[in-house]
């Protein structure tokens, strides 16, 4: 992150869905160039403003759960905006939609190892790092399910 100007974490779906997404975009151009005032008109304008900073600055960009590659092009253009020295990270569940945005490498997540799963699910489900035992079997069900995925694990 050293190498960076500035970097970005973005939670998409959470984000859209608390405001327009020109709102959005005025954020990340405020955050990319803080001491800069940026007015979007329109969706199309700020696609344009994000890319063109994009381009001119070293940044690190992480669009954090995207389930839709219309979002993505709305915040961040194309991932062909981005220069050398530049990044964008995209986590999804949805591989389809990286290839249609065309990202040059996809890294599938590995899933955690069972007793480490189970930890995680017993902190979030229960508050504790141990499971109580009267539920350990559902538990170790549930984190088969999740595939040992630390955010299904999270979030179930």
């Keep these: 992150i050293t190498n960076f100007m500035t970097s970005l ?4 779906p959470e984000k859209v869905r ?4 020109e709102k959005l975009q005025k954020q990340l151009l405020s955050d990319i160039l803080p001491t800069t005032k940026t007015k979007v008109r329109s969706v199309a304008a700020g696609t344009v403003l994000v890319g063109e900073r994009f381009r001119r600055l070293k940044v690190l960009v992480i669009f954090d759960d995207v389930d839709d590659v219309k979002q993505l092009r709305e915040l961040a253009g194309n991932c062909h905006s981005f220069g050398l020295g530049r990044r964008i990270i995209i986590t999804t569940r949805n591989e389809h939609m990286l290839q249609e945005f065309a990202v040059d490498e996809i890294y599938p997540v590995e899933g955690m190892e069972q007793e480490e799963a189970l930890e995680l699910l017993s902190w979030h489900a229960f508050g504790s790092k141990r ?6 079997e559902l538990a170790r069900k549930v984190v088969d399910y999740c595939g040992g995925l630390p955010l299904a694990l999270k979030d179930i």
């Design 131 to 136: 499971c109580p035992s009267e539920y350990l």
């Design 9 to 12: 974490n973005v939670k998409v």
């Design 18 to 21: 608390e405001r327009k997404v």
